[in-house]
């Protein structure tokens, strides 16, 4: 256990509007992770943290961003939320030395 | 590129029967990592297990087993004795060593039928 959370657990919302999900660790991991799960494509990389203010794009970055502004908390931002973006959103951390991702309990969005 | 695939999309089998699931990889990089995950009904992700890429020797915990092949690029995952319990979408995942993106497979949703 990781000692990861992520709020809002739950969250509707309608197209346009900004939404910002929180991920908070325990751990004093230095990288941190966020996915999208859809049906049909597993787990997909949005972005990804390497220590505070250090961020990288993954394979599915496009409308949404991130920051990192302390060690233990990573924002994902949809600045203007698309139906596209209606999703499960999953946090995690990397504990070095094991090489192991481990994961936060998620954040089911819903877009209308 | 770094590809997982995991071919099979879902799998039902009886309670007490054996079943593998099957990952194959693709990677550049002489060094990797291998993983395992298992997301029940309720949603986690759990983690299960991680091989190195020039760790060849096979695992077994219990019921699970997890026979990895560098000459097939492949990292089956085998339950033995299923149970209703071991009803859920299994990933698998890659990491190489140049990178500290990770690669999931789309998953197998797996059955256990009483």
């Known amino acids: 256990d990781a000692g990861i959370t992520q709020s809002p657990r739950h969250k509707v919302t309608e197209t346009g509007t900004p939404v910002t999900l929180r991920c908070h660790q325990t751990e004093n991991h230095r990288y941190m992770y966020w996915y999208r799960q859809d049906p049909g494509h597993g787990l997909r990389l949005i972005h990804y943290s390497y220590g505070v203010k250090d961020t990288d794009k993954g394979e599915v970055s496009d409308g949404y961003s991130v920051s990192r502004s302390k060690t233990e908390d990573f924002l994902l931002t949809l600045e203007s939320a698309t139906s596209s973006q209606t999703s499960v959103y999953f946090c995690a951390t990397l504990e070095r030395g094991s090489e192991t991702q481990y994961f936060g309990p998620g954040t089911r969005l819903l877009v209308l | 590129a770094q590809k997982v695939t995991q071919a099979q999309t879902e799998i039902s089998v009886v309670e007490k029967e054996d079943v593998t699931l099957d990952c194959v990889y693709e990677?550049?990089?002489?060094?990797?990592?291998l993983f395992w995950y298992k997301q029940p009904p309720s949603g986690e992700l759990v983690f299960l297990i991680r091989r190195n890429s020039f760790d060849e020797q096979n695992e077994i915990s219990g019921r699970y087993s997890w026979n990895f092949q560098k000459s097939t690029s492949s990292f089956n995952f085998t339950i033995t004795a299923s149970q209703v319990v071991d009803s859920a979408v299994y990933f698998c995942?890659?990491?190489?060593?140049?990178?500290?993106?990770?690669?999931f497979g789309t998953g197998t949703r797996l059955k256990v039928l009483a």
């Open positions: 990677t550049r990089d002489t060094t990797y990592y």
């Open positions: 995942a890659l990491r190489g060593s140049g990178t500290y993106k990770y690669i």
